[in-house]
């Protein structure tokens, strides 16, 4: 049996692991932990004579690198190239390719950062006209969540207007 020293409740453990203590001392499910085997993100681990997994700390180490890869929104994929590199596969320096990664993903986080800001504007300004417009009921149907276009991304195929119109016909602007 191989050992690990984990420390769980405070207290050093000196056994392998089973899956289901994996999973307490990772936070990661047991079923996602055999789905990374599968897939071979996490390697096999060695089984008792009864057919229970054993993790040591290497699985241990790696499961948690998993885990703080996909906290990060790291393609699975892509995690699985660097483990490939981790595991002394095809000579390839794991850091350029775990920096290309982060790089990547930093700039989609930052792109849907500024979509989002887009959106709190677009939001701020409907409650504002809502909060400040007349309750009255428009003949031509509510205007209530009409946007500026300034800074707008429009759909695909469509072009700039000077407002984008939502209207919804025969509803209140109270509700």
Known sequence: MVTAHIKQGGEPVAHALTIGQLAKATGVAAKT??????????????????????????GVQRLRFIRRARSLGLPLRDVKTVIVGLDGGPRVAVRPRLLALVRRQLSA??????ELGLLQQQLEQVLHRLLTS???????????????SVGERQPRGRTARARTSLRVTGERASR
């Open 109 to 114: 986080v930052q792109h849907q950062s500024a």
């Open 33 to 58: 932990i055999r789905f990374y085997e599968q897939i071979g993100v996490l390697p096999t681990p060695n089984r008792t004579a009864a057919g229970y997994r054993q993790y040591d700390q290497a």
């Open 134 to 148: 007349p309750r009255e009921r428009p003949r031509e149907g509510c205007q209530c969540l009409d946007i500026e």
